[in-house]
């Protein structure tokens, strides 16, 4: 039987156990960290010659240069054309959903003209160029490629390049069709902190980009956080997450698999289950042990279950939206008999999922909306990636004569106040009279 935690609102140390719960430590290994410094330090200074050695190295190449690891164009389009019917299909449907959703996510200018003639306004451009980081080898997600490279071409960055290690010389062909779909403009079979630092400082042949997105190892993650402010990046995700909310009225079948498609992503990724109804848990924990057998990530999803699943059992549906707001899950199911009620109610959750038929891996591929969500209860504050997030918003100043009298005066006499003289004479300089 897997040993699921079980809390009830009710104990008396609901809270202390519930905090526990939640802790997650994402402390940064020290040789890692080690590791990362050496590699990016390494590529910044001698450029395609260390991407080329680390490359080789680690993926067990034999590339003489970059030259080897680029891929053309053709080699993408052959990708995707030599997928079998089915699947090209699917990826194409994906790309489209994931392309008009996004679509709608556009940013647009504006300005305002006051009366005495100054205008004052946003002007939205998009990032020149952006990396996109996709981990390669057996972890290859194509899903991943479009939920990061559609928004970016809908946002309109004008080149986008993609690195993906190819451990073995081993390519994924859906990952490279994917690329082909979704625009991607160059690919690079690198990965690692190597890409990374090439990414982010620029080598002879991989010019740098404003910003890198993507997901990785800990060392990519490590590489990131260590190159934010040279370039942007789009988060450091901790572990996937799934908070599922019932009333009792689903399917139990339905429910535990929903639980493992978070739970089968690796040992640290957390599945709750929130629930008015005692019974329906017990439902929940026999179709758990009837399912898991069957399922090819058994051990990792037993795993994840044991030491971070849990069940909690609330007395009604508004403690079982306040612990929802607290956890702030990534992904949160309102597995429910009539949930669009709650929906206002949450407010805080990567994305929402609305009744029994919207399985979260729905969201994962094909839905529309993107795939790349806060975790570990960053959706208090951050949003899931988008076009926005491809786009820089610039402010527009432009006063009038007439307006420079007024707001000459406002800022004279702030300037002042602030003890910085030249800021007010600045603005002084253009009063009349």
């Known amino acids: 039987m897997v040993e699921i935690k079980r809390l009830t609102t009710t104990e008396a140390d609901f809270t202390a156990k519930m905090d526990a719960l939640l802790a997650f430590e994402a402390a940064q290994d020290d040789g890692i960290e080690r590791t990362v410094i050496g590699i990016l330090a390494d590529v910044k200074e ?64 504006w300005s305002y003209t006051e009366a005495d003639g100054t205008m004052l306004g946003q002007m939205i451009t998009p990032l020149d160029r952006v990396g996109l ?13 479009l939920m990061n490279a559609i928004p970016a071409k809908v946002a309109g960055v004008k080149e986008l390049i993609m690195v993906v290690p190819t451990p073995g010389g ?33 080598t002879e042949t991989i010019p740098q980009v404003d910003k890198i997105v993507g997901p990785g190892n800990a060392y990519v993650a ?10 942007g990046i789009d988060m450091v995700a901790g572990p996937s997450e799934i908070l599922v909310v019932s009333d009792g009225s689903g399917n139990p079948d339905w429910v535990a698999m929903d639980l493992f498609s978070q739970a089968e992503h690796d040992e640290l990724a957390q599945s709750i289950l929130i629930c008015t109804d005692a019974g329906f ?19 990792v999803i037993e795993t994840s279950l044991t030491n971070r699943g849990a069940f909690i059992q609330v007395r009604d549906m ?15 199911e309102l597995s429910l008999a009539d949930p669009d009620p709650w929906v206002p109610k949450i407010h805080h959750a990567g994305a929402i999922f609305i009744g029994h038929y919207t399985s979260e891996s729905l969201g994962d591929y094909c839905a529309g909306p993107n795939h790349v969500l806060p975790t570990s209860g960053s959706a208090r504050f951050s949003s899931p990636l988008g076009v926005y997030d491809f786009q820089k918003r610039t402010s527009l100043i432009k006063v009038s004569r007439a307006g420079a009298q007024t707001l000459g005066r406002i800022a004279s006499t702030l300037a002042h106040g602030e003890g910085l003289p030249a800021h007010a004479k600045s603005a002084e300089f253009r009063l009349e009279g």
């Open 46 to 109: 001698r450029g395609d010659a260390a991407v080329v050695e680390y490359t080789n190295r680690f993926d067990r190449l034999s590339a003489k240069g970059m030259a080897d690891l680029e891929l053309t164009r053709a080699e993408m389009q052959a990708a995707l054309d030599g997928l079998p019917a089915e699947q090209r299909q699917a990826l194409e449907a994906a790309a489209e959903r994931v392309r008009v959703y996004h679509e709608k996510q556009r940013l647009d200018g």
């Open 318 to 332: 508004d403690e079982a939206v306040a612990i929802a707001n607290r956890v702030a899950p990534e992904h949160l």
């Open 281 to 299: 848990i017990e439902r929940v924990q026999a179709s758990i042990e009837k399912l898991l057998p069957s399922m090819p990530r058994r051990e």
């Open 170 to 202: 081993e390519k994924n062909a859906l990952v490279l069709a994917a690329a082909c779909l979704a625009g991607v403009d160059r690919v690079f079979t690198i990965g690692g902190a190597q890409a990374v630092g090439a990414l982010a400082y620029g």
């Open 222 to 231: 490590c590489a990131k956080r260590r190159v934010f402010g040279i370039v």
């Open 133 to 145: 980081y996709v981990p390669g080898g057996k972890a290859a997600y194509p899903s991943s490629v």
